[in-house]
């Protein structure tokens, strides 16, 4: 084999090796940064986001129409400041409200969007105003706790 | 008394004989196998010097490596995508799919079953070249012309496999994930944003990759440091080569998994 076919091989066996290693790095771990292409962002404000993660899905009526692009802590009203990336082809009222959501009862956590009755769309960096936090089973259950205790009390 | 135990005597002391005799000459391989890892490193630098050489070898141990490594990762991440869903869905967890092959792949499997194949693909024929030039007296044949064999003809194919190995590695766990895709995602229709989601809050580059490249670059030294030794040491017969192909696969299969044991009880230790 010729010298030059052998050193193009080889060539195109560490060019084929480090694009691995960079889809490992930037696909496959958390180094990735998101497409903006056909879509638009919103951004609502929670008390609590719960186990919310960055990238989860933005749902209605359980179709997946967006992205969670970022999540941030703003504090100066201490919520969590949450972008929605949502798709073009989705046009949402401008009083939809979102609330955090789980799939399951252990599954992941998504943000759920409930459709109102404006006429006015949501446009990019426009404000969810209605929000829904995460249920936080540990305060659920506490909660009960406390009512059953209370209810249970000499009067 | 001492008379009608005579034979069984002799017998216990043959036996010690025989005991003491091995230990010695496993020493003394052992001992053997340092110098000549440490005389392939002192010399590696005609390896660079002249990367040609070293070039060459990537191609016969790394390039056509390619295929096997490329169609067995294939094939693994589909079947852990396949094997992976069963069980996920049982608990409704199927979106964890893309979490369950990365990090298996990119932990474990990508490293170890890599290296495994690029022992028996590349190190068996490391060792049977090396061990014909020795029986065909080429080896000497160089000494004769005042050309070091270690330097012209071990140390480039060490550097080969360093270098081979890593990449080789990180080709089989995308070929992996990318497998477990197609099973996952597009075969049984797992949500490919959280499939990717997931993955990608739960594989850390720091901790998970780099971690699994430097399994990688371990697992090459040791396969073609025993490659080499096997092949220079080797009886210059054809049953000494074939022994010595025989002793490489073997010997670097169990030495990559021991060492794959070592390197994750000090890399995932304090991981929840």
């Not at chain 1, 080889?10 to 790095?25: S, Y």
């Not at chain 1, 404006?118 to 009512?147: H, M, P, W």
């Not at chain 2, 096997?230 to 080569?241: K, L, N, S």
């Amino acid at each position: 084999m010729s010298k030059t076919v052998l050193d193009l091989w080889v060539g195109l066996f560490v060019i084929a090796g480090v694009a691995a290693l960079l889809f490992l790095a930037l696909k496959v771990g958390s180094m990735s940064t998101v497409n903006t292409s056909d879509s638009y962002q919103v951004i609502a404000r929670f008390d609590n986001i719960g186990g919310l993660k960055s990238r989860a899905p933005v749902k209605s009526a359980g179709v997946v129409v967006g992205r969670v692009a970022d999540i941030s802590f703003d504090n100066e009203t201490f919520e969590a400041a949450v972008t929605l990336r949502l798709d073009k082809r989705y046009a949402f009222p401008k009083d939809t409200t979102a609330a955090i959501m789980t799939s399951g009862l252990l599954g992941e956590q998504y943000i759920g969007l409930e459709a109102g009755g404006d006429s006015l769309k949501l446009k990019d960096k426009d404000r969810i105003l209605i929000t829904q936090s995460a249920v936080v089973l540990e305060n659920l259950i506490g909660q009960f706790l406390y009512g059953k205790a209370q209810e249970g009390a000499p009067e | 008394m001492s008379t009608t135990f005579g034979w069984e005597r002799s017998v216990l002391r043959r036996s010690i004989e025989n005991l003491g005799q091995r230990t010695i000459q496993g020493v003394w391989r052992i001992g053997f196998a340092a110098r000549f890892f440490l005389a392939t490193l002192l010399h590696s630098g005609t390896a660079f010097r002249r990367f040609g050489l070293t070039i060459r070898e990537i191609y016969f141990s790394g390039v056509l490596s390619l295929i096997i490594i490329l169609v067995s990762g294939l094939f693994v991440g589909m079947v852990l995508g396949l094997q992976g869903y069963e069980t996920l869905q049982t608990y409704g967890s199927e979106e964890a799919l893309g979490v369950l092959v990365a990090l298996s792949l990119v932990r474990e499997l990508g490293p170890v079953v890599a290296a495994l194949l690029f022992a028996s693909r590349a190190g068996s024929a490391i060792t049977a070249e090396i061990g014909l030039m020795k029986a065909t007296e080429q080896l000497s044949a160089m000494e004769m012309m005042a050309v070091d064999p270690i330097a012209r003809v071990v140390a480039p194919r060490f550097w080969a496999g360093v270098i081979s190995m890593p990449l080789l590695a990180a080709l089989f766990s995308a070929m992996g994930i990318f497998g477990g895709y197609l099973v996952g995602v597009q075969l049984i229709g797992v949500d490919e944003g959280s499939f990717w989601s997931q993955m990608q809050s739960a594989v850390d580059f720091e901790q998970d990759i780099l971690n699994g490249v430097i399994k990688s670059v371990v697992f090459g030294i040791a396969i073609t440091a025993i490659a080499l030794f096997e092949g220079y040491d080797a009886p210059p017969t054809a049953e000494g080569v074939s022994g010595a192909t025989t002793r490489t696969v073997v010997t670097s299969s169990l030495v990559v998994l021991a060492l794959d044991f070592v390197l994750t009880a000090f890399m995932f230790r304090g991981l929840n």
